[in-house]
T-cell receptor, first 119, second 106 residues
């Protein structure tokens, strides 16, 4: 099991450029998430998905788009990059279903992150 | 009011010390409480997971939940330099604390 993989590891973008951050998981998890992490600010949820074809906004969705055409993949698209999008981006996944007889499991498995700089 | 509050530290302790990390929360509906450990330049990894109130122990780590006070804690006994990391509390599906940076000095 590779777990959650993210590409690229690092990227420098110029203002106004676009790019897609890739995320894949091989654990057959139905939930997937995108977070950004800024120094001292913790993890902020950008978008999440409860399954293929279903996505929803998180706390900070502006400037980003997502799609989920398969269970395994959850790419994050940045359109018209801005310096405020300089951050470390983490993708995560979790399984929603009966776990230990207690219903949903909220344990999330994180990828290694993508460090993005917009200049 | 933020859903989850966590003291960012930084916290610096000598090797062998007992470490206490804490979070408070505002939503009394939270039932699932998690602690993640994040090493520098890595993704967070789940350390402890607790459902509802009470204590849970795993080796040198103890997670404690006090739902009446909306307060959760992580205790690390006999701290080691390898425990140096940022510790994030998390509740429900989306709510993370800002993380407490811990350094254990040999």
């Amino acid at each position: 099991n590779a777990g959650v993989t993210q590409t690229p590891k690092f990227r420098i973008l110029k203002i106004g450029q676009s790019m897609t951050l890739q995320c894949a998981q091989d654990m057959n998890h139905n939930y997937m998430y995108w977070y950004r992490q800024d120094p001292g600010m913790g993890l902020k949820l950008i978008y999440y998905s409860v399954g293929a074809g279903i996505t929803d906004k998180g706390e900070v969705p502006n400037g980003y788009n997502v799609s989920r055409s398969t269970t395994e993949d959850f790419p994050l698209r940045l359109e018209l990059a801005a310096p405020s999008q300089t951050s470390v981006y983490f993708c995560a996944s979790s399984y929603s279903g009966e776990t230990w007889g207690r219903g949903d499991s909220y344990e999330q498995y994180f990828g290694p992150g993508t460090r993005l700089t917009v200049t | 009011q933020k859903e989850v509050e966590q003291d960012p530290g930084p916290l610096s302790v000598p090797e062998g010390a007992i470490v206490s990390l804490n979070c408070t929360y505002s939503n009394s509906a939270f039932q699932y409480f998690m602690w993640y450990r994040q090493y520098s330049r890595k993704g967070p990894e789940l350390l402890m997971y607790t459902y509802s109130s009470g204590n849970k122990e795993d080796g040198r780590f103890t997670a404690q939940v006090d739902k009446s006070s909306k307060y959760i804690s992580l205790f690390i006994r006999d701290s080691q330099p390898s425990d140096s990391a940022t510790y994030l509390c998390a509740m429900g599906r989306f709510y993370f604390g800002t993380g407490t940076s811990l350094t254990v000095i040999p």
